[in-house]
């Protein structure tokens, strides 16, 4: 990496705030020469957490925020009235041009609407989604959207096809990424009014590789790379995702511990499965991007631990170099063939 970059941290944020964001700002600034971390937050709380630890003290700079905002607060009434809290105090710096994206695991909802009111949607963005990724047998794929517009329309669905297209081939390299449409069938005639008219309109498109519907059981098996779906669906499939990774853990586990001869054959295992059983590991994908921003929002799970927080601060580094916001502002306006 040459092009210098900054990436504000919202070090109040999350469950395991402010250790495991400072920790993870710590070990991605050992990892980045040309990185600054700007990290958001109670100033001596901070400090504390960073007293900990040996690290390029020109690469990580503390913005004093005095309040934060917790989980179940109501989403704009904490971003209205809360004007000092960490996550409203690092998205105005982003806002302003003093940081290039944001890192938050705070509270979801109002990272959504704090996303939309303070750091604003890219011209020509009708709305702007979240992009989940979830594994497959071939790698990755990406749920967009998965959280942030249940009531969308046609016209927004086609948008987030163009942007997490962009997003799966310029930051996870993915050439020519597989774009579905989530649906209850593979035929084109199947599904409701919303996605019957979106199939049409995705088949104009000429900017995106389409491959028609795409059903809930084949995402799993990496049929696409992009799934593309309101995020009524979205949601309840990214749920239904990471419930059915936790039951299958658990019984693996449960099952491996039910027996003496059980025991042994885990031990004979035990390399192989835990290499194998990585690709559920959240961490490894850092955080879900909020596309369609004029500048990027990752947000963290609430209970990433440090090494997540590290890997969404890189998320940052490819989304700038790939030029990302750059490339969807391009397509989005273009004129459809």
Same mark, same amino acid.
């Given at each position: 990496?040459?092009?210098? !970059?900054?990436?504000?941290?919202?070090?109040?944020?999350? #469950?395991?705030?402010?250790?495991?964001?400072?920790?993870?700002?710590?070990?991605?600034?050992? %990892?980045?020469?040309?990185?600054?971390?700007?990290?958001?937050?109670?100033? #001596?709380? !901070?400090?504390?957490?960073?007293?900990?630890?040996?690290?390029?003290?020109?690469? !990580?700079?503390?913005?004093?925020?005095?309040?934060?905002?917790?989980?179940? %607060?109501?989403?704009?009434?904490?971003?209205?009235?809360?004007?000092?809290?960490? =996550?409203?105090?690092?998205?105005?710096?982003?806002?302003?041009?003093? +940081? #290039?994206?944001?890192?938050?695991?705070?509270?979801?909802?109002?990272?959504?609407?704090?996303?939309?009111?303070?750091?604003?949607?890219?011209?020509?963005?009708?709305?702007?989604?979240?992009?989940?990724?979830?594994?497959?047998?071939?790698? /990755?794929? =990406?749920?967009?959207?998965?959280?942030?517009? /249940?009531?969308?329309?046609?016209?927004? @669905?086609?948008?987030?096809?163009?942007?997490?297209?962009?997003?799966?081939?310029?930051? =996870?390299?993915?050439?020519?990424?597989?774009?579905?449409?989530?649906?209850?069938?593979? %035929?084109?005639?199947?599904?409701?009014?919303?996605?019957?008219?979106?199939?049409?309109?995705?088949?104009?498109?000429?900017?995106i590789n389409f491959i028609g519907n795409i059903e809930g059981n084949e995402i799993s098996k990496g049929k696409a790379d992009v799934i593309v779906? #309101?995020?009524?669906?979205?949601?309840?499939?990214?749920?239904?995702?990471? *419930?059915?990774?936790?039951? &299958?853990?658990?019984?693996?586990?449960?099952?491996?511990?039910?027996?003496?001869?059980?025991?042994?054959?885990?031990? @004979?295992?035990? *390399?192989?499965?835990?290499?194998?059983?990585?690709? &559920?590991?959240?961490?490894?994908? *850092?955080? +879900?991007? =909020?596309?369609? @921003?004029?500048?990027?929002?990752?947000?963290?799970?609430?209970?990433?631990?440090?090494?997540?927080?590290?890997?969404?601060?890189?998320?940052?580094?490819?989304?700038?170099?790939?030029? !990302?916001?750059?490339?969807?502002?391009?397509?989005?306006?273009?004129?459809?063939?």
């Amino acid at each position: 990496m040459s092009e210098k !970059i900054r990436v504000a941290l919202d070090a109040m944020g999350g #469950d395991l705030a402010p250790a495991a964001p400072v920790e993870g700002a710590v070990i991605a600034v050992k %990892e980045n020469k040309d990185l600054t971390v700007v990290l958001v937050g109670k100033e #001596d709380t !901070i400090k504390a957490e960073l007293s900990k630890y040996d690290y390029p003290k020109d690469q !990580i700079e503390i913005v004093n925020a005095t309040e934060v905002i917790v989980t179940g %607060e109501p989403p704009v009434k904490s971003i209205q009235e809360k004007k000092d809290s960490s =996550l409203v105090v690092a998205m105005k710096k982003v806002r302003a041009g003093e +940081a #290039d994206a944001l890192v938050t695991a705070g509270n979801t909802g109002s990272v959504l609407v704090g996303g939309q009111t303070i750091v604003r949607r890219e011209k020509g963005v009708s709305r702007a989604p979240i992009g989940t990724a979830v594994p497959t047998e071939k790698g /990755v794929a =990406l749920i967009v959207d998965a959280g942030a517009n /249940v009531d969308a329309k046609p016209e927004n @669905l086609v948008q987030f096809a163009i942007m997490g297209s962009v997003y799966m081939e310029k930051a =996870l390299k993915i050439n020519s990424p597989k774009v579905g449409l989530l649906n209850v069938g593979a %035929e084109e005639e199947k599904g409701n009014a919303l996605t019957k008219e979106v199939y049409q309109l995705l088949k104009k498109r000429k900017d995106i590789n389409f491959i028609g519907n795409i059903e809930g059981n084949e995402i799993s098996k990496g049929k696409a790379d992009v799934i593309v779906c #309101d995020a009524f669906a979205g949601n309840i499939l990214l749920k239904m995702y990471e *419930g059915v990774s936790k039951t &299958f853990l658990k019984l693996i586990k449960e099952t491996f511990m039910s027996s003496f001869k059980s025991k042994i054959g885990a031990l @004979l295992v035990k *390399g192989s499965l835990k290499e194998t059983l990585k690709v &559920f590991d959240v961490e490894k994908y *850092g955080g +879900a991007p =909020l596309l369609g @921003l004029s500048a990027l929002v990752v947000k963290a799970h609430g209970n990433s631990k440090a090494p997540a927080f590290a890997t969404a601060i890189k998320q940052c580094i490819s989304f700038k170099e790939a030029k !990302i916001n750059e490339i969807i502002r391009e397509k989005i306006n273009m004129t459809e063939e």
